[in-house]
């Protein structure tokens, strides 16, 4: 091998290296409660210091809620310790039958908070489509002692859930505070009828003030990284190059690809779906369209002249 071609394998290696190092460190643990389960998960999750946005998730629960009498409750322990944080219950007022959802006095997880419509003192939450940010900026309403109204068989035109066709899942936002300390998530709801509900899961972000997005178990707040090379049809790497990516929002960023045609975008909130297209003089790419929702260091593109 001769002196050049030394330099440029040499380069070549280097290249490789430090970018499958930014890939490894920028990859966060996936799901790991999947993995240890939920106890050793929330210890795992603790000892990462260096983690900055952390999801409590209660995995998959499926609490039936069948309110058919006003003395019946069903319950979620959103924090996964100590005593029940949230209630669903049946109430009585004159001839109407409403559904309410409030808080638990005394668990650990103080629900405070509902992204809802107020009207008239009432709050009205809504019922939520996976994807929407639950976070400070949301519209919030609260009112202790029953107030929080989800249907009412038709009295009040302000219920989210009531025209909901049964078998639908929608998503509660929650705002609550642990140790004082304010923390957002979601709960997952089907309704299978009037007063009939089944409480599929929920997760909260342990981050304070960390917003999240409904249905997912994974803190977007720090987001991700996405990344791979750009490659000419022999596979060789294409220095140069522009790929961009379009969020779910229309927002687009663009990169230039390196020497060895290797790009990355940093700090992608997870739960959306994104496109990653490339441009270049010589080459025509296909542009991939992808739900985003850990990290990706092999998202690869090969042109064709």
């Not at 003395?71 to 009585?92: M, Q, T, W």
């Not at 002692?145 to 009295?155: I, L, P, V």
């Amino acid at each position: 091998m001769n002196k050049r071609s030394f330099k440029k394998g040499l380069k070549y290696s280097l290249d490789n290296y430090v970018e499958l190092s930014r890939s490894v460190v920028a990859r966060p643990v996936p799901h790991a409660d999947k993995f240890v389960g939920v106890s050793m998960a929330l210890a795992l999750f603790g000892a990462l210091q260096t983690v900055e946005a952390q999801m409590v998730y209660s995995g998959i629960q499926n609490v039936a809620c069948n309110l058919a009498a006003n003395s019946n409750r069903c319950y979620a322990n959103i924090n996964l310790a100590g005593g029940n944080d949230f209630e669903f219950h049946r109430n009585n007022v004159g001839a109407q039958n409403f559904i309410q959802v409030d808080e638990v006095p005394g668990g650990g997880f103080e629900l405070n908070g509902f992204q809802a419509q107020i009207v008239g003192g009432y709050v009205y939450p809504y019922a939520l489509a996976a994807g929407a940010v639950i976070g400070p900026a949301s519209p919030w309403g609260f009112q202790a002692g029953q107030a929080n109204s989800m249907s009412d068989n038709g009295f009040y035109p302000n219920h989210k859930w009531e025209p909901l066709p049964n078998g639908t899942t929608r998503f509660l936002g929650i705002r609550g505070t642990i140790g004082g300390q304010t923390k957002y998530g979601w709960i997952r709801l089907t309704k299978n009828g009037f007063g009939n509900y089944t409480i599929v899961d929920w997760a909260y972000n342990n981050t304070t003030n960390g917003a999240v997005l409904a249905g997912n178990a994974i803190a977007t707040s720090a987001g991700v990284s996405i990344g791979g090379r750009v490659l000419t049809s022999d596979g060789s790497g294409l220095r140069n190059a522009i790929v961009t990516l379009t969020d779910a929002n229309g927002q687009i960023r663009s990169v230039r690809t390196s020497a060895f045609g290797y790009y990355r975008f940093d700090d992608i909130p997870t739960g959306q779906t994104v496109i990653v297209s490339v441009q270049s003089k010589r080459f025509v790419f296909n542009s991939q369209t992808l739900t985003i929702s850990d990290a990706i260091s092999e998202l690869d593109f090969v042109g064709s002249e």
